[in-house]
């Protein structure tokens, strides 16, 4: 049977299609000069300028205490979302998905205005935590569904051996169920992670005075120019992004 | 399932420490600014000085600064609105009014100015900096360039130029354009206003604020309507005629050869006039960069020591 | 027995629940409450209530803006479901070693920063820029052209940011087709493309629909794109909702209009949730970690 050469070809055309932006980017920021259409020799100098601007650093540090921050409280809320949703199926279960899933799709715009509206009509201050918590209602969702897609895949049968042993209820959750499920609890928390960290129209919308975080300040610099800067930042980011994610796929890979 | 665990007490443990990290107690001053306003090394002596911390957020347009205040962004000590957005502020009693006492350098400011501006008593500010609205064009790529407003009708131009995001300049350069007074409410001339400037919105790739800067620089935009402190000084060579008034009002400015290109503007000395009155009396003289500065961009600052002649040039007729 | 368990039920549903009400629902709710208020010219919402900010919405523009954003994500979806199925296709036959390295591939640049991959077409479809001077030298373009700025760049960059949540939709469920079902097809003598339409696709029915729900209801909320890589010309709803926000500070009109666009959000997703079948899930992170 003569099989259709599409499928291969429009895979390699399309990973050609999202890695060349990204490929200019990376040679870029090793270009000497300054805007991007000519090439002047390799440098280094805009990682060493990146290094002094402190504008940078403080929106990292931002990002980071948000995200460290929301991954957390969105891991705690999300799994506990995925056991209702894996567990039980109700009627109060359908909401409950539909609550879960509205968000994902939620364009961020919606999002961002309802959030800015909610505390503006509250009187509560813009700033490091109204951002917090604007992270935390959109990660509940993704980690709520990959925690589920974990449950959904996962091997009854130990449980039922380990009550068939005598386990209670509390032992067998806390000592065989969430130990086996941690991998996929643990890719949910990484991958709020890096929402949060990458978040920006939402953000946008909730900052206030001193709550720069490291997308607004690259918008910043997209709008105001140093286009090097920004390129040498893009590949620390991108060789970061990629050690996370395949972190994050052995985690699922081990658990196996 | 151990190096998971580790994993997980790492994540944890490097929020504590961050989180310990910006428990500690010591001022800080909130500055609310345009884009590249403020030099940094300017600031990092201002927090040497007075053992404090400053935190910079920039906003590229007053309307955004406003809205964003409005909407309950609190916490701000100084910012850098344009003139008649200090008086709608004012008017909604958004600002503090200031100290005289602890600002002893106001004596250095230009009367001159004060007579025609719209807080000559400076109770709720002090003069910053006084810039005018140009066109900039790259005179290598736009050689038969004509000084008007009219540049953004050419449709050989189309997707190369730019104009401010800013509804003030714009309708007024459509004013201007047509003859007609900048500060006019008459229906007529405004709905006039309106539809030369949809006309040009044909020709034009982006209303920005920013961007134009580097967009012209790189030569991604040709001709730009931006405010002057964005270009270093005409650096000679290429344009005979570095800035020209035309008849309509415009003031255009050719910028090829940018050359030296500064991210961090000159304004850093002429600002630390204010930002360091601000918090304490510590400076009884301006640091002896300011004089330099209008003569390197021919701006005019707010001091009363005379400068340059292209600065004096720059202002429009009745104020000189 | 009973009992227990529902207490269990909703204390375990709680916490999501919970929050989700108080941070989600109620502020889509004020956007739709503050939407009948009046606009007060200093900024703001005025005083009490009023219709005419929702009629206000006739206005010349927005229907064009409107009409706009709707096309945009409808060929963004289009382009990216033509895309991702051959995509999904391939991925769901090859060997598990090179799928697991293939995933990996696509899911990377989606966890990259968007602003900068947005970024990145900026740099790309310069006016200097490569791709620009190559079109000249195929005489495909004229010097003074820029690629940036018009409704194009903004649906070559669209496609690009939503093509990977059609990718993985479309695979996970074409890793659950049974391929024999084609391999029957074909022995009864089905012609290759007959039994790509026939047979694969409404097998991966689910994975589509889902595709599309992912695709075209963030692509009509986009706001970056076209703001970044976009011009005067190529303006969509996300950029008016932000311009009312920021720039107007006229929160009325900000709301009518974020709540238009709810409006169109939520039909699409009701339908697709509350579709017959099994239990109306469709699987969306299937695909990670297989």
């Not at chain 1, 690259?218 to 120019?225: A, R």
């Not at chain 2, 570095?242 to 003031?251: E, L, R, W, Y």
């Not at chain 3, 900068?116 to 001077?133: C, E, M, T, Y």
Request: glycine share 8%; hydrophobic share 50%.
């Amino acid at each position: 049977m003569k099989r259709s050469r599409v499928p291969l070809v429009a895979t390699v055309a399309m990973l050609v299609f999202f890695y060349l932006p990204i490929m200019v980017l990376v040679i870029n920021s090793f270009n000497a000069s300054r805007f991007g259409s000519t090439w002047e020799g390799w440098s280094l100098r805009w990682y060493l300028r990146l290094l002094h601007e402190r504008e940078i650093w403080y929106a990292l540090k931002n990002s980071l205490i948000i995200a460290f921050g929301a991954s957390f409280v969105s891991v705690l809320i999300g799994t506990a979302a995925a056991f209702a949703l894996h567990r039980y199926a109700s009627r109060l279960q359908k909401a409950h998905y539909a609550m879960i899933f509205a968000p994902l799709v939620m364009p961020e715009i919606l999002m961002g205005i309802g959030l800015l509206l909610f505390f503006v009509a509250l009187g509560v201050n813009l700033g490091l935590f109204t951002i917090f918590l604007a992270h935390v209602t959109f990660c509940i969702s993704y980690v709520a569904m990959v925690v589920l897609g974990r449950l959904q895949d996962f091997d009854f049968s130990i449980i039922e051996a380990a009550q068939d042993l005598g386990a209670n209820w509390w032992t067998v959750t806390w000592r065989v169920l969430v130990p086996l499920l941690m991998p996929g609890i643990v890719a949910g928390g990484l991958l709020a992670f890096t929402l949060s960290i990458d978040d920006f129209v939402i953000t946008f919308f909730v900052a206030g005075p001193g709550s720069t975080t490291l997308p607004i300040r690259i918008y910043s610099m997209i709008k105001h120019g140093s286009p090097p800067l920004i390129n040498a930042l893009s590949t620390i980011l991108l060789v970061v992004t990629f050690t996370a994610v395949w972190f994050s796929q052995r985690l699922m890979e081990d658990a196996k | 399932m151990k190096p998971v665990w580790k994993s997980v007490l790492f994540l944890a443990a490097a929020a504590l420490v961050l989180c310990a990290g910006c428990s500690r107690k010591e001022a800080v001053l909130h500055v609310y600014t345009w884009a590249d306003y403020i030099k940094p090394e300017l600031v990092q002596q201002f927090e040497k000085e007075n053992r404090c911390r400053v935190v910079i957020d920039t906003f590229d347009s007053n309307e955004v600064m406003y809205a964003k205040l409005k909407a309950g962004a609190e916490g701000y000590d100084i910012i850098t609105p344009s003139s008649y957005m200090v008086k709608i502020m004012d008017g909604q009693g958004m600002l503090e009014p200031l100290d005289h006492s602890l600002l002893p350098n106001l004596k250095h400011v230009d009367r001159d100015y004060l007579r025609s501006a719209l807080d000559p008593e400076m109770h709720h500010s002090v003069p910053y900096m006084l810039t005018t609205t140009v066109i900039a064009y790259l005179k290598s790529r736009v050689p038969d360039f004509e000084a008007t407003w009219a540049v953004f009708d050419r449709a050989d131009l189309k997707g190369r130029m730019t104009v401010l995001n800013d509804m003030r300049e714009t309708i007024g350069a459509g004013l201007k354009y047509l003859g007609y007074s900048l500060n006019t409410t008459n229906e007529k001339e405004l709905a006039e206003a309106r539809d030369v400037i949809l006309r040009w919105k044909r020709n034009i790739a982006k209303f920005e604020n920013e961007q134009y800067k580097t967009g012209l620089a790189s030569g991604e935009f040709f001709v730009v309507a931006g405010t002057f402190s964005g270009f270093v000084g005409p650096q000679g060579g290429v344009c005979s005629q570095p800035i020209v008034n035309a008849a309509d009002g415009a003031i255009v400015a050719c910028v090829d050869n940018f050359g030296v290109w500064s991210q961090n503007w000159l304004s850093g000395e002429a600002g630390a006039t204010l930002v360091y009155n601000a918090l304490g009396p510590s400076f009884p003289e301006p640091p002896p960069g300011a004089a330099q500065l209008p003569r390197l961009r021919g701006l005019r600052t707010r001091r009363r020591q005379p400068f340059e002649e292209p600065s004096r040039r720059l202002l429009p007729s009745g104020s000189r | 027995m009973k009992n227990r368990r529902s207490v269990l039920e909703i204390l375990v549903t709680l916490p999501s629940a919970l929050w989700l009400a108080i941070f989600f629902l109620v502020p889509t709710v004020v956007v739709m409450a503050i939407a009948f208020k009046p606009t007060n010219p200093y900024g703001g919402a005025g005083t009490g209530w009023t219709v005419a900010t929702w009629l206000s919405l006739g206005n010349p523009s927005y229907p064009a803006i409107l009409w706009r954003t709707l096309w945009l994500s409808l060929l963004t979806t289009a382009a990216s479901i033509v895309f991702a199925v051959p995509v999904g296709y391939y991925l769901a036959r090859i060997r598990k070693r090179w799928r697991q390295f293939l995933l990996l591939l696509i899911i990377v640049p989606f966890w990259t920063s968007f602003l900068i991959r947005i970024f990145a077409w900026k740099v790309l479809l310069h006016p200097d820029g490569f791709i620009k001077q190559g079109l000249v030298f195929l005489h495909l373009a004229g010097d003074g052209v820029s690629l940036l700025y018009n409704p194009w760049a903004v649906l070559l960059v669209m496609i690009y940011s939503y093509v990977p949540f059609a990718v993985l939709p479309i695979y996970a469920a074409a890793e659950r087709f049974d391929f024999q079902l084609i391999e029957a097809a074909r022995d009864l003598g089905a012609k290759q493309w007959q039994s790509f339409l026939k047979v694969f696709l409404p097998g991966i029915r689910r994975g589509l629909l889902t595709a599309v729900l992912m695709v075209f209801i963030p692509a009509l909320g986009s706001y970056l794109i076209p703001d970044l890589v976009g011009g005067p010309d190529s303006e969509m709803i996300g950029n008016k909702i932000a311009q009312r926000v920021f720039v107007d500070r006229n929160l009325p009109h900000a709301s009518a209009l974020s709540s238009l666009l709810t409006l169109a959000v939520l039909l699409p997703m009701t339908v697709v949730l509350f579709l017959p079948g099994r239990r109306g899930r469709p699987d969306l992170m299937a695909g990670e970690g297989k």
